[in-house]
T-cell receptor, first 109, second 114 residues
């Protein structure tokens, strides 16, 4: 089966760095996605990790450790528009994609 | 432009009524997915399909049904057996060529009970 855990809420200051953690237990694990979702909108893709290590994409980076069932999303130089929910999702057997409950990030001035 | 279209944006259901949510994509993606999202919650998988004429139950399939007669279409029917259907429904698709690819989402349908 699949089990994904992430913190429910986080608060960070504009211009700072924040790390959002995700732990998972996924049958037939193929890879891990991070999505951003603003209130009332559809999720948008941020990153994908299949191998261990860090993937950097502008202000956002994502890390994966397959042996530990652990990932994190790192947001640098936080901006007010980064206030959103961040969803961790894993892809398992038969291309099944399962989402965590999401982490609601509030960026404050 | 290529994308996923969900309709309608808002839908109201009467007690004992079945309703069907439309999802169409012109991205030529093989895989399609339906998720349900309740306020302040994450996405829960209802059904998914990897190929035409085939689909699998997700984690909360009870009270829902789907069909995949065409590659570009994956409609979801919310049946009267679903006792708490009020939620935000999201359809997604992804390209399975060359390994895992990110999902593209439609704008969603908000379903409410009258």
């Amino acid at each position: 089966g699949q089990n994904i855990d992430q913190p429910t809420e986080m608060t960070a200051t504009e211009g700072a760095i924040v790390q959002i953690n995700c732990t998972y237990q996924t049958s037939g694990f193929n890879g891990l996605f991070w999505y951003q979702q603003h209130a009332g909108e559809a999720p948008t893709f941020l990153s994908y990790n299949v191998l261990d290590g860090l993937e950097e994409k502008g202000r956002f980076s994502s890390f994966l450790s397959r042996s530990k069932g652990y990932s994190y999303l790192l947001l640098k130089e936080l901006q007010m528009k980064d206030s959103a929910s961040y969803l961790c999702a894993t892809q398992g057997g038969y291309q099944k994609v399962t989402f965590g409950t999401g982490t609601k990030l509030q960026v404050i001035p | 432009d290529g994308g996923i279209t969900q309709s309608p944006k808002y839908l109201f259901r009467k007690e004992g009524q079945n309703v069907t949510l439309s999802c169409e994509q012109n991205l030529n993606h093989d895989a399609m997915y339906w998720y349900r999202q309740d306020p302040g919650q994450g996405l829960r998988l209802i059904y998914y399909s990897q190929i035409v004429n085939d689909f699998q139950k997700g984690d909360i399939a009870e009270g829902y049904s789907v069909s995949r007669e065409k590659k570009e279409s994956f409609p979801l029917t919310v049946t009267s057996a679903q006792k708490n259907p009020t939620a935000f429904y999201l359809c997604a698709s992804s390209d399975q060529t060359g390994g895992s690819q990110p999902q593209h989402f439609g704008d969603g349908t908000r379903l409410s009970i009258l």
